[in-house]
């Protein structure tokens, strides 16, 4: 069965560096998503991104972040200068298309920010 | 604004012990209303999608109904395995495709 998959796993970075994350969508989804999860906290939407560009985004989603699809399969978010309140699990997701809203969530990227 | 709210935070049950999970919602005009499972450490999980008033899915030992204002996810017979976190996350119509997802339910079954 065809899944979304997310790399690194577990990322730890210094406050003020920059991590990307990567994410491989299902193969003939044509809409991604990024959401967080702090620890005990709600799922919360990031952004959301299609032909190329972003269609929607959150106001967590301020300058510091980016997304981009670089090649015909990865989709990345970038944390420019990370800081402590970013430590979170972060969840790509896929669909399919405009009318099928259901997503496909990958495994998450816990980052820790020290 | 719109949002999700579940109920009961919390809920352990026995083996074979049906229940129901709450999902009471606001939404401008709603486009689906989701369910998913969400294990420890890990991303949610798709269970249902439901789109109108009325409506019904079922899945196994799961069952998702919809009316204007709420959701419920009923459980038959639950097993230990289906201990887990459950999610319910709407999208407006207005909303673009932002996801508003709840705070979820943690469901404990014990044999």
């Known amino acids: 069965e065809p899944e979304v998959t997310q790399t690194p796993s577990h990322q730890v970075t210094q406050m003020g560096q920059e991590v990307i994350l990567r994410c491989v969508p299902i193969?003939?989804?044509?809409?991604f998503y990024w959401y967080r999860q702090i620890l005990g906290q709600k799922v919360e939407f990031l952004v959301s991104?299609?032909?190329?560009?972003?269609?929607?985004k959150s106001e967590i989603f301020d300058d510091q972040f980016s997304v981009e699809r670089p090649d015909g399969s990865n989709f990345t978010l970038k944390i420019r200068s990370t800081k402590l309140e970013d430590s979170a699990m972060y969840f790509c997701a896929s669909s399919e298309d405009w009318t099928l809203e259901t997503q496909y969530f990958g495994p998450g990227t816990r980052l820790l920010v020290l | 604004e719109d949002q999700v709210t579940q109920s009961p935070e919390a809920l352990r049950l026995q083996e074979g012990e049906s229940s129901s999970l709450n999902c009471s919602y606001t939404v401008s005009g709603l486009r689906g209303l989701f369910w998913y499972r969400q294990d420890p450490g890990k991303g949610p999980e798709f269970l249902f999608t439901l789109y109108s008033a009325g409506e019904e899915k079922e899945k196994e030992r799961l069952k998702a109904t919809l009316t204007k204002k709420e959701s419920f996810l009923h459980i038959t017979a639950p097993k230990p395995e289906d201990s887990a976190t459950y999610l319910c996350?709407?999208?407006?119509?207005?909303?673009?495709?932002?996801?508003?997802f709840g705070a979820g339910t943690r469901l404990f079954v014990k044999a």
């Open positions: 193969s003939n989804h044509l809409y």
């Open positions: 991104f299609y032909n190329n560009e972003i269609s929607e």
């Open positions: 996350a709407v999208q407006a119509r207005t909303g673009g495709f932002k996801t508003i």
